[in-house]
């Protein structure tokens, strides 16, 4: 079975510019959650969705991040403009009755 | 509010020492617990995970914790390191809505 896969696996970019992280959650797997680590700090929950409905957004720092799932399958996070504090290391999880992390995405925002 | 604390930032042990990783947690209800591991490049691998039952449970790569409701803690425990251990060590505890609330991490150094 393949794992969950995030793309890109790092990220550089300029404040004020456009960034979308892509997951691909496991095959099946219903539930999709996006996690966030600032460096130094905890891993922190961003939103949940279940099939292509977002069950679950209160980590959603603001209105400058915009998650969708398209018919329930992959999952894209924007972030749009970008600002220095949004670096940290994104992660994705999907699950069935077990998390599944993906390796993350690196984001740098200079 | 829940919450995860591990006050451990970074610990440093000699290979084939023993290990205890601390993890201490505030939640209302009967948690859930998991140990996370990431190794340089790598995901977040589970280790363990406690629903109910045998407070002690055994999970991969040799690992185990226990749980201790009086405590509030779930400490990690490894009784003989091996340089492949070297990453960071997440504990978490399930919240409402299945999502995962984390501590800040503990960096493991193995030193040969």
């Known amino acids: 079975e393949a794992g969950v896969t995030q793309f890109p696996s790092h990220s550089v970019i300029e404040k004020g510019q456009t960034v979308t992280l892509r997951c691909d959650p496991i095959?099946?797997?219903?539930?999709l959650y996006w996690y966030r680590r600032v460096m130094g700090k905890e891993i922190k929950f961003l939103l949940h969705f279940v099939k292509e409905s977002k069950q679950d957004e209160s980590g959603m720092p603001n209105n400058r991040f915009l998650a969708e799932r398209t018919g329930g399958t992959y999952s894209t996070l924007k972030v749009q403009p970008a600002e220095l504090e949004d670096s940290g290391v994104y992660f994705c999880?999907?699950?069935?009755?077990?998390?599944?992390f993906g390796p993350g995405t690196r984001l740098t925002v200079l | 509010a829940q919450s995860v604390t591990q006050p451990d930032i970074h610990i440093t042990v000699s290979e084939g020492a023993s290990l205890e990783l601390r993890c201490n947690y505030s939640y209302g209800a009967t948690p859930y617990l998991f140990w996370y591991v990431q190794s340089p490049g790598q995901g977040l691998q589970l280790l363990l995970k406690?629903?109910?039952?045998?407070?002690l449970v055994q999970g991969i790569k040799g690992f185990e914790a226990e749980f201790k409701r009086s405590q509030s803690s779930f400490n990690l425990r490894k009784p003989s390191v091996h340089w492949s251990d070297a990453a960071e060590y997440f504990c978490?505890?399930?919240?409402?809505?299945?999502?995962?609330?984390f501590g800040t991490g503990t960096r493991l150094q193995v030193f040969p």
């Open positions: 978490a505890v399930e919240g409402r809505t299945d999502k995962l609330i």
């Open positions: 406690y629903f109910s039952g045998d407070t």
């Open positions: 095959s099946g797997h219903d539930n």
């Open positions: 999880a999907s699950s069935g009755t077990t998390y599944h």
